[in-house]
Every structure is written in C-alpha cells, then in structure tokens.
C-alpha cells in the first residue's frame, strides 16, 4: 500500500512538474514579443531551470516540493523552507554545479516548510502582483520574475527605467501580506 501511495505522489509531482514546464514553455513563446532579452537567453532560463528541477527529484522529491527556484539571465535564487542545514547546502550545490548557472542567491530557511495554507496565500499574493503588473501600461511584466515566501516577496528581473521600477514597487507595496522586498532587479537605465 505505501509503495503505491509513493508511486502516486511521485506521479502527481512529475506530471505537475511536466505540465507547469509546459506552460511555462508555452507563456515564454507568448511572451517573447514584449520581452527585453533574447529569446536565446529566456530559453537558457528555463533549461537551466528544469536542469535544477530534474536533479533536485533525483536526489530528494521535497527539494522540488519546498524550494522554490527562480533564473534570470543565467542567476538562480532559491527560497522555501528545508529542516537540515545539510540539506539547504547539498541544494545549493545543486544549482552550483547545473551548467550555465553563473550566480546563485541562497534565501533558504533552515525550517519547517510551510503549511498549505500559508503557500497558498503566498502563491496568490505573486500571482495578484503578477497580474497587477501587466495592466499596468508602461510596465514589461514579462522583465519580472516575482515569487513570495511567508511574506517575503523576491524579485528578479530587468528595469527598463526608473518610472517603471517605481511602478513595480508601488504595486508592491499597495500589496498586502508583503512584509519585505528582496530585489535582485538589475536596472538596464544604469549601464
């Protein structure tokens, strides 16, 4: 009985993996139009996404589950909730050693992972922000990578120019159940 318990979840997890793969291949070709960077570039993202995903399954099923893994321009960011130290340092390790990675953000609790409940607003807090932004005119939505972990919401991404930025903020922070900003949105205005 176990074992087929195990065989479902696990399939429950690869086919949730899969579909959310493909839409999120799906949504980078809608995307592509309005996005600053090169196609070439969007889709490395996502190839070294799964890359992380895929080796995350093989070496322990709740890395998938508790981490969340965000890349943009080749820069990976890992937030969630993992119980051992042991295990935080063999994720990033991980995301080190998957090709193309050229920086790593490590903003993961050594902690219980979160409650349904609690993933579940955070889910529904990005996803709010995330539809804010894109009827928002003058703002690219698709240059904003957006995920949030008990209230700590995590940005990557790229700044046409200031009024945009400050655009993306102002929802933010009009946002509830946001208790901190955590940027890692580079500023193409400033180069």
């Known amino acids: 009985m176990n074992k087929l318990i195990l065989f479902f979840a696990l399939f429950f997890c690869t086919s949730c993996q ?3 793969t493909i839409y999120n291949v799906g949504s980078k070709v809608g995307a592509v139009v309005m996005d600053e960077r090169e196609l070439a570039d969007d889709w490395n993202d996502t190839k070294i996404n799964m890359s992380i995903r ?3 399954l093989k070496d322990k099923i709740n890395y998938v589950l508790d981490v969340e893994i965000t890349v943009f321009e080749s820069e990976v960011l890992l ?3 993992i119980p051992t130290i042991e295990d935080m340092d063999r994720i990033v390790q ?3 050693e998957t090709k193309g990675v050229s920086k790593v953000y490590n903003y993961i609790r050594v902690d219980n992972p979160s409650d349904l409940a609690t993933t579940t607003k955070d889910a529904f807090i990005a996803s709010s922000i995330r539809t804010k932004l894109t009827m928002i005119p003058g703002i690219t939505s698709v240059n904003y990578k ?3 972990d008990k209230g700590v919401l995590y940005m990557m991404g790229i700044a046409k120019d200031e009024d ?3 655009a993306v903020m102002n929802v933010i922070y009009d946002t509830d159940g946001i208790d901190r900003v955590i940027s890692h949105v ?3 205005y400033e180069n």
Request: aromatic share 20%; glycine share 10%; proline share 0%.
């Open 18 to 20: 899969f579909i959310g």
């Open 54 to 56: 895929t080796a995350f």
């Open 79 to 81: 937030n969630g909730a």
């Open 94 to 96: 991980i995301a080190w």
């Open 146 to 148: 957006i995920t949030v």
């Open 164 to 166: 945009e930025f400050q």
């Open 186 to 188: 580079r500023k193409s």
